[in-house]
């Protein structure tokens, strides 16, 4: 199984800022099928990008994902208060593995 | 427009059984792979298992392995999930979302066990 950490576990951040999230998987994703969803309170996740640094419909492009083989990050270029959530990285090369999940809150 | 409708939150007993439905629309099941997920406070996310079109059959995982049962009604476009053997640490929201990315989620449903 490949296991997926993530990092920081909480990233304090102020609004207009950049936000870098880190996801490194215990073995090489050898297809690219990473992506990166986002969660808020009381809702399903929502995904974000996939296949390392495609942007789903409809996500505004200051987000962004990149990496190759083990590590990899999404990118907020510029948070907007919307922004502040809980965010995952997952890989659907070998089934399904979920991070831990990184929470970006306002500092 | 896709949208997952799940059925409604469930109260069971350890050792009890529970089936979930998530009906489908805007495309139909033979378009899409249906896969499920859970939400625990203490384990995060977790895959169950899903359509492997590459496969052409169902995948569940390891841990899940002979208490689930995933099954897809092509007919009225609705997938189950049913889970076996409830414990109180299969206490959580599942989910079932379209396709292996994960592209689109049900609402979730809240499975609680206790005695």
């Known amino acids: 199984e490949i296991v997926l950490t993530q990092s920081p576990g909480t990233l304090s951040l102020s609004p207009g800022e950049r936000a870098t999230l880190s996801c490194r998987a215990s073995?090489?994703?050898?297809?690219?099928?990473l992506a990166w969803s986002q969660q808020k309170p009381g809702q399903p996740p929502r995904l974000l990008i996939y296949?390392?640094?495609s942007r789903a419909t409809g996500i505004p492009d200051r987000f962004s994902g990149s990496g190759s083989g083990t590590d990899f990050t999404l990118t907020i270029s510029r948070l907007e208060p919307e922004d502040f959530a809980v965010y995952y990285c997952h890989q659907y090369d070998t089934s399904v593995t979920f991070g831990g999940g990184t929470k970006v809150e306002v500092k | 427009q896709v949208q997952l409708a799940q059925s409604g939150s469930e109260v069971k007993k350890p050792g009890a059984s529970v089936k979930i439905s998530c009906k489908l629309s805007g495309y139909t099941l033979t378009d899409l792979s249906i896969l499920w997920v859970r939400q625990t406070p203490g384990n995060g996310l977790e895959w169950m298992g899903g359509f492997a079109p590459e496969r052409d059959e169902t995948i569940y995982a390891q841990k899940f392995r002979g208490r689930v049962t995933m099954t897809e009604d092509t007919s009225t476009d609705i997938a189950y999930m049913e889970l076996s053997g409830l414990r109180s640490d299969d206490t959580a929201v599942y989910y079932c979302?379209?396709?292996?990315?994960?592209?689109?989620w049900g609402q979730g449903t809240l499975v609680s066990v206790s005695s």
């Open positions: 073995q090489t994703i050898r297809r690219n099928f």
């Open positions: 979302v379209a396709e292996w990315e994960l592209l689109y």
């Open positions: 296949a390392i640094s």
